[in-house]
């Protein structure tokens, strides 16, 4: 039996059975309540329970050279299924190939209306304030990460210090946040002025990865079209989508649903990716698609650049259960090699998404994975599920009223 035609508890056991997990651990898979009061109390405010999604895992991706399972959080089945099908399409050909940056987030210091004589003050102690924001992390430093990089910029109104940061494994907003401010003390003390604000900035620039890959033609035919005029078409469509800001806002959803997904089930902060990502896809003053693809040597070549902001240590990452579950499924050692996983999931979202689109149409696969959704909103319970999506799909009469009307007929027997 294929994966997704196993049972909960089968998949379980095939994940203890090739080393994903251990016996222990899957029982915190089995209980269905892998988040204490204690915890949820730390991570929210005015908590009064916890809001269950479903948790599972995409297969088939190879990255640079090592394969994964990859666990995904969402409500949506065709998303897991579409980045499973494309990476083992992508893994016949090759798997994906990455270049992962090191995570530098930036952080501003702002001042407003200061002289002239003041900004040439500050100009002047520069290898001062670079020292001292270097020295006000010493942990960070002993990672290997710490400052990097700093620079002024004049605005009409304001004065702004950046701050590089090297922040190494995690995603670091708060220690970002603690060296700026501590930083903003000491800039304050040496103009005698007032500083508006200390924050990071999310514009995701300094955590740029690429994700490549070169397909077989072999791998995209359907059974009524051959692979390369599918290739040819997924050309087109991605041309267009650089043309097109209403399809490329569509395309780069496409690739975020794999990506959020992912950092939901490792801990991390989609909010936070989402305006990285969004924002650099307008960088050239005209939205942009994440990813383009093209021909050569009878293959067709998906190129995905774009910023991932992550982290693989610290915060929520280390507090959530499933989280920590899900970076010991995929053997995670460093931030680098889960932008790397996550970058690969996003192009491969991409490309189901495209080869659906250019082919039979993105319901017919998504409607189908979406008729148990429509049982269980029909009302079917248990049994009953499996039983209404099965005529759904054969009837591929996709409506709520119909999956009631399926049930009603079922319990009438």
């Given at each position: 039996?294929?994966?997704?035609?196993?049972?909960?508890?089968?998949?379980?056991?095939?994940?203890?059975?090739?080393?994903?997990?251990?016996?222990?651990?899957?029982?915190?898979?089995?209980?269905?309540?892998?988040?204490s009061?204690?915890?949820a109390?730390?991570?929210?405010?005015?908590?009064?329970?916890?809001?269950?999604?479903?948790?599972?895992?995409?297969?088939?991706?190879?990255v640079?050279?090592n394969?994964?399972?990859?666990?995904?959080?969402?409500?949506?089945?065709?998303?897991?299924?579409?980045?499973?099908?494309?990476?083992?399409?992508?893994?016949?050909?090759?798997?994906?190939?990455?270049?992962?940056?090191?995570?530098?987030?930036?952080?501003?210091?702002?001042?407003?209306?200061?002289?002239?004589?003041?900004?040439?003050?500050?100009?002047?102690?520069?290898?001062?304030?670079?020292e001292?924001?270097?020295?006000?992390?010493?942990?960070?430093?002993?990672?290997?990460?710490?400052?990097?990089?700093?620079?002024?910029?004049?605005?009409?109104?304001?004065?702004?210090?950046?701050?590089?940061?090297?922040?190494?494994?995690?995603?670091?907003?708060?220690?970002?946040?603690?060296?700026?401010?501590?930083?903003?003390?000491?800039?304050?003390?040496?103009v005698?002025?007032?500083?508006?604000?200390?924050?990071?900035?999310?514009?995701?620039?300094?955590?740029?990865?690429?994700?490549?890959?070169?397909?077989?033609?072999?791998?995209?035919?359907?059974?009524t079209?051959?692979?390369?005029?599918?290739?040819?078409?997924?050309?087109?469509?991605?041309?267009?989508?650089?043309?097109?800001?209403?399809?490329?806002?569509?395309?780069?959803k496409?690739?975020?649903?794999?990506?959020?997904?992912?950092?939901?089930?490792?801990?991390?902060?989609?909010?936070?990716?989402?305006?990285?990502?969004?924002?650099?896809?307008?960088?050239?003053?005209?939205?942009?698609?994440?990813?383009?693809?093209?021909?050569?040597n009878?293959?067709?070549?998906?190129?995905?650049?774009?910023?991932?902001?992550?982290?693989?240590?610290?915060?929520?990452?280390?507090?959530?259960?499933?989280?920590?579950?899900?970076?010991?499924?995929?053997?995670?050692?460093?931030?680098?090699?889960?932008?790397?996983?996550?970058?690969?999931?996003g192009?491969?979202n991409?490309?189901?998404?495209?080869?659906?689109?250019?082919?039979?149409?993105?319901?017919?696969?998504?409607?189908?994975?979406?008729?148990?959704?429509?049982?269980?909103?029909?009302?079917?319970?248990?049994?009953?599920i499996?039983?209404?999506?099965?005529?759904?799909?054969?009837?591929k009469?996709?409506?709520?009223?119909?999956?009631?009307?399926?049930?009603?007929?079922?319990?009438?027997?």
């Amino acid at each position: 039996m294929k994966i997704y035609e196993l049972t909960d508890e089968q998949r379980i056991k095939y994940l203890i059975k090739n080393g994903y997990i251990t016996e222990s651990q899957a029982e915190l898979l089995r209980c269905r309540q892998t988040i204490s009061t204690d915890v949820a109390d730390s991570l929210s405010e005015n908590q009064i329970g916890s809001f269950s999604l479903p948790y599972g895992f995409a297969t088939d991706f190879l990255v640079d050279g090592n394969e994964y399972l990859v666990p995904m959080v969402i409500e949506e089945p065709s998303v897991i299924a579409a980045a499973s099908n494309a990476a083992k399409r992508i893994k016949n050909s090759g798997g994906f190939r990455t270049f992962p940056t090191d995570r530098i987030v930036y952080g501003q210091i702002v001042l407003e209306d200061i002289s002239d004589e003041i900004v040439a003050q500050l100009e002047k102690q520069d290898s001062e304030i670079f020292e001292f924001a270097q020295k006000s992390h010493p942990s960070l430093i002993k990672r290997g990460g710490g400052v990097v990089s700093l620079k002024f910029n004049r605005y009409d109104s304001f004065f702004e210090i950046e701050l590089g940061i090297n922040t190494v494994d995690a995603m670091g907003a708060n220690l970002v946040n603690s060296i700026l401010e501590k930083t903003a003390h000491k800039i304050s003390d040496l103009v005698s002025g007032d500083i508006l604000c200390s924050i990071l900035s999310n514009s995701g620039q300094g955590q740029v990865i690429t994700v490549e890959t070169d397909i077989d033609f072999a791998q995209l035919a359907t059974k009524t079209m051959s692979g390369d005029e599918v290739a040819n078409r997924i050309v087109k469509l991605s041309d267009f989508a650089k043309e097109s800001v209403k399809r490329a806002i569509t395309h780069n959803k496409g690739i975020m649903n794999g990506i959020d997904a992912v950092l939901l089930a490792t801990g991390n902060d989609f909010r936070a990716q989402e305006a990285a990502a969004h924002s650099f896809a307008y960088e050239s003053g005209h939205y942009q698609p994440f990813s383009e693809w093209h021909l050569k040597n009878n293959k067709l070549i998906g190129t995905l650049k774009m910023p991932i902001e992550l982290g693989s240590v610290g915060g929520a990452i280390k507090a959530l259960p499933l989280a920590q579950l899900s970076l010991e499924i995929m053997k995670i050692k460093n931030s680098k090699q889960l932008q790397s996983i996550v970058g690969a999931v996003g192009l491969a979202n991409n490309l189901s998404a495209l080869r659906a689109l250019v082919t039979t149409g993105i319901q017919a696969g998504h409607m189908g994975l979406q008729s148990k959704s429509l049982a269980v909103s029909a009302g079917a319970v248990g049994s009953e599920i499996q039983q209404v999506s099965q005529i759904l799909n054969q009837t591929k009469n996709y409506t709520l009223e119909d999956a009631k009307n399926i049930l009603l007929e079922l319990r009438k027997k």
